[in-house]
């Protein structure tokens, strides 16, 4: 996507007049895409009418909005959203902030920087289930853990994170696998900023401050917007973590719309309500997903 | 035998026109060189002819046959390409076997061919390794190569030296200067590079917004252009171009007031002109020296630019126009001094306000040579 | 803190010390993860925390001894490498056909194929689960490997689409002066060029595969579990057994961990649809 405007609209052009019929290539993952894309919405839309509850084979029948209304009125409901909201914005602030303090910190030319950089990175490889139960078990843990160790050896009282502090834990851990990701894009982003721009800013005076608040974060700010939308997408629905965790408690501490759909659709089975849970996620994510398409297109269209 | 025939032909991408109706005719074994600035539709007229881009009207034939809806393998054309498209993953023997690969042509007659163009191109050597592995002119040799595999009645080159340095820029043109009549082949060679066009070229086709401005030898260009574009496109440094009135028309020529005073007769065909019209004179710096000619100009030299051979004066005249002199190497002439320039009557350009130039009475005596006739070596 | 990456100025004394502190920080549950995989079941739970141990392998023994291990792995490769292949497989034939014979359309269905990856899994699951259910699907790699493949086409239509536009066209042009098809120019020609582009589409394929842990949760259980699944069964409270869930979790996480460390470059590309190169 970098050649020459004129030259690649004349390639384009070029191309376009061979008479070659691309149907039999593309279609392919245009159908199966499509098909994906609609039948489980169409299912979901389709369930969260009716009245379907896999225990209760007897209760049948055109629900209408009702399932809607019983979950709006549900306050289960709107602590999910709150927690979700809770859960996504932290994370992504934490991510952003350190992503882009580390993206500094290790574009300096150091001994053993590559190492480094593979250190850091390296969470966001991990697979969820793997480090929910790390942080869970040999971090965590109230008796066992590392934290409850070093808090013993300073005459401390152990925390047990997972019941005192239930969202607080399962954000660091979120954290400390998307500030990798975050870190990993803006890092190179950073490598892409022209090295004469900074030197030409060292010349006109700028210090170390200046140079991070009138250069870096400018160059930054389109990754940065990229980095907060992707991850919005997938923090919308974080769900192992929670699973092998909280388990969406205590209480409901931890219950966020992923864990609500799941507990109410595939544990107590009732696929109505839960249908009509993944559609409001589905029109949540549509947001999210509206702002990240456009700038995708814009970019799409820069070349 | 093959003539290659442009009747008409345009281009449209979408509602801009990008080539507006062009006729040309090459004739067989010519050397035809397409010149023009950036966008002015050369290479896309290029590729019309390769197959590479679609004909939106028009006629093209080579050799007798339209070819407006074959496929670039089946027109009997070969390409050069800018960037040489080598295909990086293949030797340089299968880089110049590959289209007769394709053709399915027995491997032995592939490779009797492909070692004869290696021995031509003394590319014998390379001939196991990747492009990677080659410099830039070895890879233009693999390129045309390629082409020469495939034995084409058209050879095209599309800007094929623009990659290379000068000193090999000047060997790659010699040598396919001597590629052409070694061949018999026509070869249509797209540049930018107006002294590419100039040693190169039996003919060349100036081309500007995509319309062709006019076809000829090079010299004809250079001594005859036909309107203040061609004029100002040949020659380097370009034309100088003086607003100037008519003072008087008369058999021998036309008579104008030079800025300063001086009358000077160009001899041109006067046609419709008459005393009182405005015209253009244009006059090439090479065509200037100091001291007095049939005609003279004075001002201020504001640059001085020496290259030791000669030397290059930016001139502001008396009444505020910039020149640039050709003078001699040895001239003493200093920045800020005044400078009177000789201009000679038979090596004006005149030109209408239309852009056209007015005919000159005697037709230039090497305006029709060009580099070697066409067919005979 | 500044960026000045490649300029002769002298960085500060703190910042490889900050640098490398922080490094380790970010690292250490890995690496703890990594010893306690040595360690012995009673070790692994001592308080204070052993830090001096004789390493046994014991654990790595017992993994696959006892708990089908070698089952969950098998079925961890056959999703994620079935899943990349066939999504290549499909993808291939689209990302040429709208890298090299580009319609009006083009950018629209390139951003709806995006938009399908915006879909929420959780807003599909129960009609996924009863689907599954129906057909006989739930808990079975088969079941899996298609849902992986369709999460990963959008991605790797994108990833390949942006790699097959930085082929030269003046390539494939040649291709066509030669005789080339326009199967032929796919063939002989662009998927040779494309080859490091492709390899790296299939590794991120892989990857979010292999560490994909809504579908495999939610849809498997035993028999069509992968690692990401079998790992989870050691959340439940009776099982303490620290050292061999860190040797079993080392050995899901290293070869991604590897791969990912290789291709970390092109990674960014992909999973930014290409917004940040």
């Known amino acids: 996507m970098t050649t020459l405007a004129p030259a690649s609209s004349a390639a384009v052009a070029a191309k376009n007049n061979r008479q070659v019929d691309t149907r039999p290539l593309l279609w392919p993952s245009v159908i199966v895409l499509f098909l994906w894309m609609i039948v489980p919405l169409a299912m979901t839309l389709y369930f969260s009418v009716i009245r379907y509850n896999l225990l209760n084979p007897a209760l049948t029948g055109f629900a209408g909005l009702e399932n809607y209304t019983f979950l709006l009125d549900d306050p289960t409901l709107w602590t999910s959203l709150w927690n979700t909201l809770v859960l996504v914005g932290s994370v992504l602030v934490i991510t952003v902030v350190l ?205 | 035998m093959a003539e290659v025939v442009l009747r008409n032909i345009k281009k449209s991408f979408g509602p801009v026109d990008i080539i507006k109706g062009v006729d040309i005719d090459i004739n067989d ?145 010699i040598e396919i200067a001597r590629m052409h009549s070694d061949f018999d082949a026509t070869m249509i060679y797209v540049t930018h590079d107006q002294v590419e066009a100039m040693t190169m070229a039996n003919k060349i086709v100036v081309l500007q917004g995509g319309i062709v401005e006019q076809v000829g030898s090079p010299l004809e260009l250079y001594h005859h252009p036909r309107n203040r574009f061609v004029a100002g496109f040949i020659g380097s440094p370009t034309m100088n171009f003086l607003d100037v009135a008519v003072k008087g028309v008369a058999p021998e020529g036309i008579t104008i007031e030079l800025p300063g005073g001086d009358s000077l007769t160009v001899p041109v065909v006067a046609g419709a002109t008459k005393a009182g019209d405005k015209l253009t004179l244009g006059v090439r710096p090479e065509h200037l020296q100091e001291g007095s000619g049939d005609g003279k100009l004075t001002g201020t030299a504001l640059v001085v630019e020496r290259l030791g051979g000669a030397t290059y004066a930016y001139v502001k005249l008396d009444n505020g126009t910039m020149i640039t002199a050709e003078v001699d190497g040895n001239s003493h002439i200093k920045v800020d001094d005044q400078i009177q320039l000789g201009v000679r009557s038979e090596t004006c350009h005149l030109f209408a306000a239309d852009g056209l130039a007015l005919a000159q009475s005697a037709r230039h005596p090497l305006a029709d040579v060009g580099r070697g006739n066409p067919g005979a070596h | 803190m500044s960026a000045h990456g490649s300029t002769p100025q002298k960085t500060p004394r703190w910042i490889p010390i900050l640098a490398w502190v922080i ?214 409270p009776q099982g303490l057994f620290w050292a061999k869930l860190s040797a079993a979790s080392l050995m899901a996480i290293a070869p991604i961990l590897v791969v990912g460390w290789m291709s970390q470059r092109q990674l960014v590309s992909g999973l930014t649809f290409g917004a940040v190169k």
């Open chain 1, 99 to 303: 992503g882009t303090l580390f993206a500094v910190l290790y574009n300096q030319e150091f001994p053993g920087r590559n190492v480094a950089r593979l250190l850091v990175i390296a969470p966001f490889f991990v697979m969820p289930t793997v480090s929910a139960l790390v942080w869970k078990n040999m971090m965590m843990h109230p008796v066992y853990g590392l934290i409850a160790s070093l808090q013993s050896m300073v005459g401390l009282q152990p925390t047990d994170w997972f019941t005192d502090y239930p969202m607080f834990s399962v954000i660091v851990i979120v954290a400390w696998q998307w500030v990798p990701f975050a870190f990993l894009i803006l890092l190179t982003a950073i490598q892409s900023l022209d090295s004469e721009q900074k030197e030409a800013a060292r010349i006109d005076g700028a210090g170390p401050f200046a140079m991070f608040f009138y250069i870096t974060l400018p160059h930054l700010s389109r990754a940065i917007s990229v980095v907060i939308m992707i991850e919005t997408i997938f923090l919308l629905t974080i769900f192992a973590e929670i699973y092998v965790t909280t388990s969406g408690g205590p209480g409901t501490a931890t219950t966020n719309l992923a864990w609500l759909i799941y507990s109410v659709g595939l544990l107590q089975f009732d696929v109505g309500y839960a249908s009509a849970g993944g559609i409001i996620a589905v029109i949540l994510a549509n947001i999210v997903a509206f702002f990240l398409v456009r700038t995708v297109s814009r970019n799409l269209q820069q070349g």
């Open chain 2, 29 to 173: 074994k010519e050397f035809v060189v397409f010149v023009g600035p950036s966008g002015c539709g050369k290479s896309t007229l290029l590729r019309m002819i390769a197959g590479l881009e679609s004909i939106t009207d028009g006629e093209l034939s080579i050799d007798g046959k339209r070819v407006n809806d074959l496929s670039p393998a089946d027109r009997g054309i070969a390409m050069v390409f800018q960037t040489y498209a080598l295909y990086p993953h293949m030797t340089v023997r299968d880089n110049m076997g590959f289209s007769l690969k394709l053709a399915k042509v027995p491997k032995a007659e592939i490779d009797r061919k492909v070692n004869e163009a290696a021995r031509i191109l003394k590319l014998d050597p390379l001939m196991d390794r990747k492009p990677k592995a080659l410099s830039g002119g070895q890879r233009q040799r693999v390129a045309i190569g390629r082409a020469i595999v495939r034995n084409p009645k058209v050879f095209l080159f599309d800007e094929p030296l623009s990659n290379l340095d000068a000193a090999l820029r000047v060997q790659m043109r």
């Open chain 3, 23 to 236: 490094a380790i920080l970010v690292f250490f549950p890995i690496f703890w993860m990594a010893l306690t995989s040595f360690k012995t079941e009673t070790e692994a739970i001592s308080t204070p925390p052993s830090l001096f141990f004789t390493p046994t392998m014991e654990n790595y023994n017992d993994v696959f001894d006892r708990s089908n291990y070698a089952r969950f792995v098998w079925n961890s490769i056959a999703v994620s490498f079935g899943s990349t292949l066939l999504a290549l497989a499909f993808a291939i034939p689209a990302a040429y056909a709208m890298a090299f014979f580009p319609t009006k359309r083009t950018p629209s269905t390139l951003l709806w194929m995006l938009s399908t990856k915006m879909m929420p899994p959780v807003g599909v699951l129960i009609p996924m689960y009863l689907l599954f259910k129906t057909l006989g699907l739930l808990d079975t790699v088969t079941g899996l490997l298609i849902i992986y493949t369709l999460i990963n086409l959008p991605i790797v239509v994108w990833m390949l689409y942006t790699y097959f536009k930085d082929v030269p066209g003046e390539i494939l042009e040649a291709g066509r002066v030669d005789g080339a098809t326009p199967m032929q120019e796919l063939f002989l020609l662009l998927l040779p060029l494309a080859v490091p582009g492709i390899a790296s589409t299939g590794l991120l394929s892989v990857i979010l595969s292999w560490n994909e842990a809504f579908w495999s949760l939610n849809l498997t259980s035993s028999q069509g579990a992968p690692l990401t699944a079998f790992i989870a069964s050691f959340s439940s």
